[in-house]
């Protein structure tokens, strides 16, 4: 196991979109929900323990030892985690994404198959576990790549829209660690009990309304 490739997978500067995404934070700040750091870290606090929890006992769960989890199984109990289309196609469209960097970046027969499965690209928390698994890391490492970038890719969104201070940002980053540890225990946790169905469902409504809304705006920064 290269605990360095797990650096790479969770970098921000990995060619796997999220840069393009800010996870809900465009909406939070048309809204005024989010306006300076307090209400970031208030912001990022609520996603880590929804939809974060959920997307990192998905990817804790693809990136079993020995294939535990069947990715297409995965794939639809994502699909049942996920009630906004708006979201499910984002979704996919990372998948799609990380799919393509990490076929380049660990190249192995289980990314393969469920490229050539799911052309359109697998749930994106999916696709990173199996990514992880070929890089070598395990379940823990996983749910703490899907938890991280649940919190730091709308705090880097938050940085362009509001012109917020990148230290500040940063700071909430920081302060919000012991709960992203927390997160990740809890998600590889479940994985390891070899049921999909026991895996987290926590859900964020709020962040289902907003995303539908701002799937129709005509003008955004973010694609989502």
Same mark, same amino acid.
């Given at each position: 196991m290269s605990r360095a490739a797990l650096l790479v997978l969770?970098?921000?500067?990995?060619?796997?979109?999220? +840069? !393009?995404h800010s996870g809900g934070a465009e909406a939070a700040v048309k809204a005024g929900r989010i306006a300076d750091a307090?209400? *970031?870290? %208030?912001?990022?606090? @609520?996603?880590? +323990? /929804?939809? @974060? *929890? /959920?997307a990192a006992g998905l990817a804790a769960a693809a990136a079993a030892p020995g294939g535990a989890f069947d990715p297409l199984v995965l794939d639809a109990e994502a699909d049942a985690r996920t009630p906004s289309p708006a979201l499910r196609r984002t979704a996919r469209k990372l998948g799609r994404q990380m799919m393509r960097a990490a076929r380049a970046a660990?190249? &192995?027969?289980?990314?393969?198959?469920?490229? %050539?499965?799911?052309?359109? &690209? !697998? +749930?994106q928390p999916v696709v990173l576990g199996l990514a992880a698994r070929s890089a070598g890391l395990g379940p823990l490492d996983a749910a703490y790549a899907a938890a991280y970038e649940n919190v730091s890719g709308p705090a880097t969104a938050a940085v362009r829209l509001l012109s917020l201070d990148p230290f500040d940002a940063t700071a909430v980053l920081a302060r919000l660690a012991p709960e992203v540890d927390a997160v990740a225990r809890e998600a590889a946790? !479940?994985?390891a009990t070899g049921d999909p169905e026991a895996l987290p469902a926590a859900s964020g409504p709020l962040l289902d309304i907003t995303a539908e809304a701002h799937a129709t705006w005509p003008v955004r920064l973010f694609a989502s």
């Open positions: 969770a970098d921000g500067r990995f060619p796997a979109g999220g +840069h !393009a307090p209400s *970031l870290a %208030a912001f990022c606090r @609520g996603r880590l +323990h /929804t939809a @974060g *929890l /959920t660990w190249p &192995g027969p289980e990314l393969d198959a469920l490229a %050539a499965a799911r052309p359109k &690209g !697998a +749930h946790d !479940a994985a």
